[in-house]
C-alpha cells in the first residue's frame, strides 16, 4: 500500500536548536514530493517541490532535501515563528492526487 | 496573482441539516480544484477533485456531494449532515497542464455537527 509517514509526530525545541523533520514514502514512480507549512486553523502554505533523488531547496531557515526512500526538512536555528505543523504529501506515476502523511508538530520555545 | 477563498470561516450545523460550501479561485482560468477534509492529528483526505466545469471525481464514498458550476467555482454540499461530518473543509487549486504539480489552499471552513 501506497504510504507517507511523517516522523516525529511533534517535536519541541529551544529557539536557535537546530534539527530534522523526517517524511518517508513508500510509493513507486515518485512524481513529486511536496512539503508545506500549515499554522493553526488555517490552510497549508505551500514550501518545496522536489523531484528526484539528490535535490536540495532552501528558503530561510529551511531546507528540503530527498533520497529514494525519504525527505527531510532541516530548520537551522529556529524561531518562535516557525513554529507549525509541517506537512508533506507525494504525487506518484501520472496522478492527479497526493498522498498525505499526518504532519509534524514543530514547537519552538523561546 | 492567484487567490482562492472558501465561505464560510465557520459553521455550526444541526445533525440533519443542509450543507453549502462554497470555494472560488481568482487569477488563473481552468484550474484543477480539489476538496479535501482535515480530522485532527490525521492526513488531508481527498474528497473530490475536478478538472473543468461538471467534472467531478469523487474518491471517497459518503453523503457528500461536490459541484462546479463555473470554471473557478467548486461547491461541496450535503443534503443531511451526519455528526462524523465535522472537520476542517479545504479548498485548494492547482495549474492545469503541464506544470508543477502543487496545490494552493484555501484558508478553510471550520465545521462543526451538533
Known amino acids: 500500500e501506497d504510504q507517507v509517514t511523517q516522523s516525529p509526530e511533534a517535536l519541541r525545541l529551544q529557539e536557535g536548536e537546530s534539527s530534522s523533520l523526517n517524511c518517508s514514502y513508500t510509493v513507486s514512480g515518485l512524481r513529486g514530493l511536496f512539503w508545506y507549512r500549515q499554522d493553526p486553523g488555517k490552510g497549508p502554505e505551500f514550501l518545496f517541490t522536489l523531484y528526484s533523488a539528490g535535490e536540495e531547496k532552501e528558503k530561510e531557515r529551511l531546507k528540503a532535501t530527498l533520497t529514494k526512500k525519504e525527505s527531510f526538512l532541516h530548520i537551522t536555528a529556529p524561531k518562535p515563528e516557525d513554529s507549525a505543523t509541517y506537512l508533506c504529501a507525494v504525487r506518484w506515476d501520472s496522478n492527479y492526487q497526493l498522498i498525505w502523511g499526518a504532519g509534524t508538530k514543530l514547537i519552538i520555545k523561546p | 496573482s492567484q487567490t482562492i477563498h472558501q465561505w464560510p470561516a465557520t459553521l455550526v450545523q444541526p445533525v440533519g441539516s443542509p450543507l453549502s460550501l462554497e470555494c472560488t479561485v481568482e487569477?488563473?482560468?481552468?484550474?484543477?480544484l480539489y476538496w479535501y477534509r482535515q480530522a485532527a492529528g490525521r492526513g488531508l483526505q481527498l474528497l473530490f477533485y475536478?478538472?473543468?466545469?461538471?467534472?467531478i471525481s469523487s474518491e471517497v464514498p459518503q453523503n457528500l456531494s461536490a459541484s462546479r458550476p463555473q470554471d473557478r467555482q467548486f461547491i461541496l454540499s450535503s443534503k443531511k449532515l451526519l455528526l462524523s461530518d465535522s472537520g476542517f473543509y479545504l479548498c485548494?487549486?492547482?495549474?492545469?497542464?503541464?506544470?508543477?504539480?502543487?496545490?494552493?489552499f484555501g484558508p478553510g471552513t471550520r465545521l462543526t455537527v451538533t
Open positions: 485548494a487549486w492547482r495549474a492545469s497542464g503541464r506544470s508543477g504539480y502543487e496545490q494552493y
Open positions: 487569477g488563473t482560468s481552468n484550474p484543477n
Open positions: 475536478s478538472v473543468g466545469i461538471g467534472q
